[in-house]
C-alpha cells in the first residue's frame, strides 16, 4: 500500500508540472510544425524550379521552329499516333505519317490501341502539350477492329456517362482520319466519325477536320485510300507546324497578304472560347462532325483546316456550306440533262478496278492480271497432274481433266468478304459494275495465252509427264472461280459463249447474291452456288454480304437456280463451330433450289490472316465432314452421296435422278455438251437441253465407299515427308 501511494504521488507531481508548463510545450510543437511546412514547401519549390530548367534546356536543343534556344513557350510538345487496324493499313500509315513527323524534328510515338489503357492514360494528354492522333478503322457492321475495341467502348461510356462531365478531356488535341469503304453505305468510317464525336462530348480540341479515306476506289476522292491519307497527310504537317509557331487558328488566306488583320484577338483566345461551338449543343453545331465528306470539304474551305471555329463564325460558315451545296446540286442537274449526249465520255472517264497498289499485291500472289479487272492464275491441281500425282475433286466428280483446266475469272470484284476468303480480301468488293470494262474477246485471248505462258514454265521440269504437258497447252475446261464475281461482269454471256465457241467447257461459281443475272444467265457446262450457311445471321457472320437486302437476294437466287436446265450445284463449305449445327436448315434451302448437286467441303485454311479470325481448329476433319453429309443425306429423300474426294476433304451428294439402271452418272459427256450448246445458239435459244442429256457414268474409284476414296488410280499419290495425312483440303 504505501509503494502504491508513492507511484501515485509522483504520477501527481509529473502531471501537475506538465500542467504549469503548458504553455511551452505548446510553442515547441508549433515551431516543429512550422519548421516542417517550410522545409517540404522549400523540396517542391527546388524541385518544380529543377523540372522548369529541364524543360529549358530541352526547348533549346529542338530546332524545330517550336522553340528556341530562348526561353519560349512550347506549343507542340511531341505528336502520338493511335491506330486501330485490322489488316495492317493503318498501322502501315501510322508508321508513315509517325516519319514525316520525326523530320520536323518533333517527338513522335506510335501506339497501337489494343496496348493502351484509355482509363488510365487518355487524361494525361489534356496537360502533355501532345497532339493525338487516331487513325482507325471501320471493320465489320461498322464495329472497331479488334485491338481498337476497348478504347471505343471506353470512349463512348465515358462520353454518355454524366460522370465524367463534358470537360474531362479539356484541352486535349487531336485530329482523326478513318479509314473505310463507302460500299458499306450504313457503316462507311462510322468508327472514325464515332471517335470524333466522343473525344468532342469530353471536351476535346481538334486540331483540324476529320478526314475520312475510301478503299472504294470508285469513289474514293483522290482514287485511293492512299492517296486520301496523303493529301490528309500534307495539310495535317502543315497544320502541324502552324501549331508550333503558337497559331491557334489558320489563317484563312482572305486577308491582306495572307496574314490575320487582328493577331491579338487570337493570343486573347482562352482555351474555352478555342472549342467554339463544342460548348453548344445544337443540331448545327453537331453537322460539323457528322457531314459528308463533300460537306467537310467545303467547310474546310471556309474555315480553314481546323474545325473548331468561333460562335460568331458558325452562321458564316453553315451558310457557306449550304450555297456549296446548291452549287452542287445545279451541277448535278446539269450533268443529268447532258448525260445522254456525254454517256460515252463518262465511260470513258471510269475508274479502273485494279489500282497500282492492288496490281502489286495481287501479282506478288501469282495471279496473272489482264485488263483492268480480270485474272487468271495456276490452280495447284493443275501442276498436280502434269507430274501423275492425281487430280482434284473435279476430276473425281465430273471428269475434268484438271492439267487442261485454266482457273480465271472476268471480275475481281466480289459482293462479299467471307471468313474464310482464301484471297486474304485482296480483291475490290462492290454491288455493281462500276469500272471500266474490257471486251471478252481481249480477256479469253489473253486469259489463255497467260495460261499456256505458266504451264510452259514446266517444260523440263523433274517429274512431269511429257504427254501430259502437249495436252495441258490446249486448255479443255474454265473454271470461273478464282476469286472476285464473275457473274457481275456484264459481258458475262458473251464470255461463256467465247468459252464454248473454243470448245471450253465452263464452271461458274457465284455468291448468290445477283438473281436477274442468274435467271439471264446462258447454258454453262456447270452452274455453281455458294451456300455458305442456311440462316440469315449466320450468313451475315460469315459471308458478311455488302447488300442491305442480302438474304432475299440469297433466296432468289436459288428460286432463279431451280429454274435453270443444265447442271446445278450447291456448294457448301463446313467451317467448325459457325455453320455444321444447322442441318434441317440447309435441307430446307436444297428443297427451295433443287440442285442436281451438292458439294460439301471441309474449309480451307489458307494460313494466318488479319482479316479473318479463322484458325486451323475450325477445318473439320474429313471423318467429320462425312458424318455431316450422311446426316444431310438423311433429311433429302431424292438425294443420296455419290462422289468421294479424300484429299480435297470434299463430298458429293446428287440427285438420284443421275443414277441410271444403280449406276451413278455424275461425269459430264464434255463432247456433247458442246454439241447441245452449239445447237441452242444455232436455234436462238429455242433447242433447249437438260443435264440428262450429257451426263456420263462415273468410274468405281471415284464412288463413296470405294477403296480409292477418290485418288485416280492412274496417277501415284505423293505424300509429304512427316506429314501423315492433309485435313487442309486445299
Given at each position: 500500500?504505501?509503494?502504491?501511494?508513492?507511484?501515485?504521488?509522483?504520477?501527481?507531481?509529473?502531471?501537475?508540472?506538465?500542467?504549469?508548463?503548458?504553455?511551452?510545450?505548446?510553442?515547441?510543437?508549433?515551431?516543429?510544425?512550422?519548421?516542417?511546412?517550410?522545409?517540404?514547401?522549400?523540396?517542391?519549390?527546388?524541385?518544380?524550379?529543377?523540372?522548369?530548367?529541364?524543360?529549358?534546356?530541352?526547348?533549346?536543343?529542338?530546332?524545330?521552329?517550336?522553340?528556341?534556344?530562348?526561353?519560349?513557350?512550347?506549343?507542340?510538345?511531341?505528336?502520338?499516333?493511335?491506330?486501330?487496324?485490322?489488316?495492317?493499313?493503318?498501322?502501315?500509315?501510322?508508321?508513315?505519317?509517325?516519319?514525316?513527323?520525326?523530320?520536323?524534328?518533333?517527338?513522335?510515338?506510335?501506339?497501337?490501341?489494343?496496348?493502351?489503357d484509355p482509363d488510365d492514360c487518355l487524361s494525361e494528354e489534356t496537360t502533355s502539350r501532345s497532339i493525338c492522333v487516331f487513325l482507325v478503322a471501320t471493320y465489320t457492321d461498322g464495329r472497331p477492329t479488334e485491338s481498337a475495341a476497348w478504347f471505343c467502348r471506353w470512349l463512348e461510356e465515358a462520353a454518355n456517362d454524366f460522370r465524367f462531365g463534358k470537360t474531362h478531356l479539356k484541352g486535349l488535341r487531336y485530329a482523326v482520319f478513318g479509314l473505310g469503304n463507302s460500299v458499306y453505305v450504313d457503316h462507311y468510317n462510322t468508327v472514325g466519325?464515332?471517335?470524333?464525336?466522343?473525344?468532342?462530348?469530353?471536351?476535346?480540341?481538334?486540331?483540324?477536320?476529320?478526314?475520312?479515306?475510301?478503299?472504294?476506289?470508285?469513289?474514293?476522292?483522290?482514287?485511293?485510300?492512299?492517296?486520301?491519307?496523303?493529301?490528309?497527310?500534307?495539310?495535317?504537317?502543315?497544320?502541324?507546324?502552324?501549331?508550333?509557331?503558337?497559331?491557334?487558328?489558320?489563317?484563312?488566306?482572305?486577308?491582306?497578304?495572307?496574314?490575320?488583320?487582328?493577331?491579338?484577338?487570337?493570343?486573347?483566345?482562352?482555351?474555352?472560347?478555342?472549342?467554339?461551338?463544342?460548348?453548344?449543343?445544337?443540331?448545327?453545331?453537331?453537322?460539323?462532325?457528322?457531314t459528308s465528306s463533300e460537306e467537310e470539304a467545303d467547310l474546310e474551305e471556309a474555315g480553314g483546316t481546323n474545325s473548331v471555329v468561333d460562335v460568331e463564325d458558325l452562321g458564316n460558315i453553315m451558310g457557306h456550306m449550304k450555297k456549296a451545296k446548291r452549287e452542287r446540286e445545279l451541277q448535278e442537274g446539269s450533268a443529268g440533262m447532258m448525260r445522254e449526249s456525254t454517256g460515252r465520255k463518262e465511260e470513258g472517264e471510269k475508274r479502273e478496278m485494279i489500282t497500282p497498289a492492288l496490281r502489286d499485291a495481287l501479282t506478288k500472289q501469282g495471279y496473272k492480271l489482264i485488263g483492268s479487272h480480270s485474272g487468271v492464275k495456276l490452280c495447284r491441281w493443275t501442276k498436280s497432274m502434269l507430274r501423275g500425282r492425281g487430280g482434284c475433286y473435279k476430276h473425281t466428280f465430273y471428269g475434268i481433266e484438271s492439267h487442261r483446266c485454266m482457273e480465271a475469272t472476268?471480275?475481281?470484284?466480289?459482293?462479299?468478304?467471307?471468313?474464310?476468303?482464301?484471297?486474304?480480301?485482296?480483291?475490290?468488293?462492290?454491288?455493281?459494275?462500276?469500272?471500266?470494262?474490257?471486251?471478252?474477246?481481249?480477256?479469253?485471248?489473253?486469259?489463255?495465252?497467260?495460261?499456256?505462258?505458266?504451264i510452259k514454265q514446266f517444260k523440263g521440269v523433274s517429274g512431269v509427264q511429257a504427254g501430259r504437258f502437249e495436252e495441258a497447252l490446249e486448255v479443255k475446261h474454265c473454271a470461273l472461280s478464282l476469286v472476285g464475281e464473275p457473274i457481275m461482269y456484264p459481258h458475262i454471256n458473251r464470255f461463256v459463249k467465247l468459252l464454248h465457241q473454243h470448245s471450253i467447257s465452263s464452271f461458274l461459281v457465284t455468291n448468290a447474291q445477283f438473281p436477274e443475272e442468274i435467271r439471264n444467265l446462258e447454258p454453262v457446262t456447270q452452274l455453281y452456288v455458294s451456300v455458305d450457311a442456311s440462316t440469315k445471321e449466320s450468313l451475315r457472320r460469315i459471308d458478311r454480304p455488302l447488300f442491305k437486302d442480302f438474304w432475299q437476294r440469297f433466296l432468289d437466287s436459288l428460286k432463279a437456280l431451280a429454274e435453270k436446265q443444265q447442271r446445278t450445284v450447291y456448294r457448301l463449305t463446313l467451317v467448325k463451330a459457325w455453320n455444321v449445327d444447322e442441318l434441317r436448315a440447309y435441307a430446307d434451302l436444297i428443297s427451295l433450289g433443287k440442285p442436281d448437286f451438292i458439294e460439301v467441303k471441309g474449309v480451307t485454311y489458307c494460313g494466318e490472316s488479319s482479316a479473318s479470325s479463322l484458325t486451323m481448329a475450325n477445318v473439320p476433319w474429313h471423318e467429320e465432314v462425312v458424318g455431316f453429309v450422311q446426316e444431310l443425306a438423311e433429311l433429302l429423300p431424292d438425294y443420296e452421296i455419290a462422289c468421294e474426294h479424300e484429299h480435297s476433304n470434299c463430298l458429293l451428294v446428287a440427285h438420284t435422278k443421275f443414277k441410271v439402271d444403280g449406276k451413278w452418272h455424275t461425269w459430264?459427256?464434255?463432247?456433247?455438251?458442246?454439241?447441245?450448246?452449239?445447237?441452242?445458239?444455232?436455234?436462238?435459244?429455242?433447242?433447249?437441253?437438260?443435264?440428262?442429256?450429257?451426263?456420263?457414268?462415273?468410274?468405281?474409284?471415284?464412288?463413296?465407299?470405294?477403296?480409292?476414296?477418290?485418288?485416280?488410280?492412274?496417277?501415284?499419290?505423293?505424300?509429304?515427308r512427316n506429314k501423315a495425312r492433309d485435313i487442309s483440303g486445299c
Open positions: 500500500l504505501g509503494v502504491s501511494m508513492d507511484m501515485w504521488n509522483h504520477f501527481h507531481t509529473c502531471v501537475a508540472s506538465i500542467w504549469l508548463h503548458r504553455f511551452y510545450i505548446y510553442s515547441a510543437v508549433a515551431l516543429g510544425i512550422s519548421l516542417w511546412i517550410v522545409i517540404q514547401f522549400t523540396i517542391r519549390t527546388k524541385k518544380k524550379v529543377g523540372e522548369a530548367l529541364l524543360q529549358k534546356l530541352g526547348e533549346a536543343k529542338l530546332g524545330n521552329g517550336c522553340a528556341t534556344s530562348q526561353a519560349k513557350e512550347v506549343y507542340v510538345a511531341g505528336v502520338k499516333i493511335f491506330y486501330g487496324s485490322q489488316t495492317g493499313t493503318a498501322k502501315g500509315f501510322a508508321k508513315t505519317l509517325a516519319e514525316a513527323v520525326t523530320a520536323l524534328n518533333l517527338p513522335v510515338q506510335v501506339i497501337n490501341m489494343g496496348d493502351y466519325r464515332r471517335i470524333d464525336r466522343w473525344l468532342w462530348v469530353l471536351g476535346a480540341s481538334r486540331v483540324m477536320t476529320r478526314a475520312e479515306g475510301d478503299c472504294n476506289v470508285a469513289q474514293s476522292r483522290h482514287g485511293s485510300i492512299e492517296a486520301d491519307f496523303g493529301a490528309w497527310k500534307t495539310k495535317f504537317l502543315g497544320r502541324l507546324q502552324a501549331l508550333c509557331r503558337g497559331e491557334k487558328k489558320p489563317c484563312s488566306g482572305r486577308c491582306k497578304k495572307g496574314k490575320c488583320k487582328s493577331p491579338g484577338k487570337q493570343s486573347k483566345e482562352s482555351s474555352d472560347h478555342e472549342r467554339g461551338a463544342s460548348e453548344h449543343e445544337n443540331t448545327e453545331a453537331e453537322e460539323l462532325f457528322e472476268p471480275s475481281l470484284a466480289c459482293a462479299n468478304k467471307c471468313v474464310f476468303c482464301w484471297r486474304h480480301h485482296t480483291n475490290p468488293v462492290g454491288t455493281e459494275w462500276q469500272w471500266k470494262m474490257d471486251q471478252p474477246e481481249m480477256i479469253l485471248q489473253e486469259a489463255i495465252e497467260n495460261h499456256q505462258n505458266m459430264i459427256d464434255y463432247e456433247r455438251f458442246q454439241a447441245l450448246v452449239r445447237e441452242h445458239e444455232r436455234s436462238g435459244g429455242s433447242r433447249t437441253f437438260s443435264a440428262a442429256d450429257y451426263m456420263a457414268r462415273t468410274p468405281p474409284w471415284a464412288l463413296f465407299g470405294a477403296r480409292e476414296r477418290g485418288f485416280d488410280p492412274l496417277d501415284v499419290r505423293y505424300q509429304r
